[in-house]
C-alpha cells in the first residue's frame, strides 16, 4: 500500500505561481511512477503530468513549458506550476502506479491516489 497527501494548493492570479506537493508513504518503491491529473466539474480527469521511476517525464501539451514534475530524495514529489492561466483551475490530483511511461497514463491505469487539491486561478 502507498499512501499519497497532496498539499500546496490555494487560489493566484493568472501570471502567477504555485508549487503542489505530494508525500509519498507506505511501500513505496523505486520503480513506482507518479502522476498528476486534474478535474473541473462536468468533465473527464485528465493527464497533466507524469515522472517515470528513471526520471523520464511527460507533460500534456497545454501545460508544456509551464509546469515542471520532479522529486526530492524523501518521497516527495512535485508540481511547479508557472505562468498559471484561468482554465488551469481544476482539482489536482496525485497518483501513483508501477511502471514505466511512454505516454500519459489514463485515470484508470494508476493505483493510488491522494485526496485531491483545489487550485484557483482567477484572471
Known amino acids: 500500500q502507498v499512501q499519497l497527501a497532496e498539499s500546496g494548493g490555494g487560489s493566484v492570479q493568472a501570471g502567477g505561481s504555485l508549487r503542489l506537493s505530494c508525500a509519498a508513504s507506505?511501500?513505496?518503491?523505486?520503480?513506482?511512477?507518479l502522476a498528476w491529473f486534474r478535474q473541473t466539474p462536468g468533465k473527464e480527469r485528465e493527464g497533466v503530468a507524469v515522472?517515470?521511476?528513471?526520471?523520464?517525464a511527460i507533460y500534456a501539451d497545454s501545460v508544456k513549458g509551464r509546469f515542471t514534475i520532479s522529486k526530492d530524495n524523501a518521497d516527495t514529489h512535485y508540481l511547479q506550476m508557472d505562468s498559471l492561466k484561468p482554465e488551469d483551475t481544476a482539482i489536482y490530483y496525485c497518483?501513483?502506479?508501477?511502471?514505466?511511461?511512454?505516454?500519459?497514463?489514463?485515470?484508470?491505469?494508476?493505483?493510488?491516489w491522494g485526496q485531491g487539491i483545489l487550485v484557483t486561478v482567477s484572471s
Open positions: 497518483a501513483s502506479a508501477y511502471g514505466y511511461w511512454t505516454r500519459l497514463p489514463r485515470p484508470d491505469q494508476m493505483t493510488y
Open positions: 507506505g511501500s513505496t518503491h523505486m520503480a513506482y511512477s
Open positions: 515522472r517515470s521511476a528513471d526520471g523520464t
